[in-house]
């Protein structure tokens, strides 16, 4: 009959971890690795702990099924945001259009179609000073009468008349 005797050291708490967590690693008990350290001996094979290989295989179907709700989620999130770029975008041209100084011959045709008219016995030349001052004081441009285009049409007494500054 083999007899074994039992041997003793003194180790500090570190040291005694750091056995245990090696032993753990290679599945090995204390007094396998210890014996195996102490004789130089290669280390006798142990049984592995049970760590990862022995846990369950995570369920794909569920993890597949995730996927897919996140990625549907993904394309209703982007086709909002498409909106709202699209939104955004004619929101800023709209926008343009308001901030966008219009030529005298627009506005005078606009004050037209929302009905201010000529004073009775007011010359076309007094009115369109009254107009070209309003315009003025919105759009802070005084209306040159010698670009038609742009001032729209007028005769020629009341273009050579015309102020070049504004009479505010």
Known sequence: MI???YLKFRATQE???????????LGLSRSD???????GAPAPVGTPSP?????PA???SILQADIAALKTQQEE????????????????????????VPSFREYRARDAVE??????????LNFLIRLANRYYLIYKVWPDPTNINIFGK???????????????
């Open 3 to 5: 007899k074994t005797e």
């Open 77 to 100: 999130m982007n086709a909002a945001q498409a909106q709202a770029a699209e939104s955004f975008n004619a929101l800023v041209q709209n926008l343009g259009e308001f901030l966008r």
């Open 51 to 55: 760590t990862a290989e022995t846990a």
């Open 115 to 124: 009905g201010s008219i000529q004073k009775p016995g007011e010359t076309e």
């Open 33 to 39: 690795y210890l014996r195996a350290v102490a004789f």
């Open 58 to 60: 995570p369920d794909l």
């Open 15 to 25: 040291e005694a971890r750091e056995i245990d967590r090696i032993c753990k690693t």
């Open 154 to 168: 007028i005769s020629d007494e009341t273009k050579a008349n015309f102020p070049k500054a504004p009479r505010i």
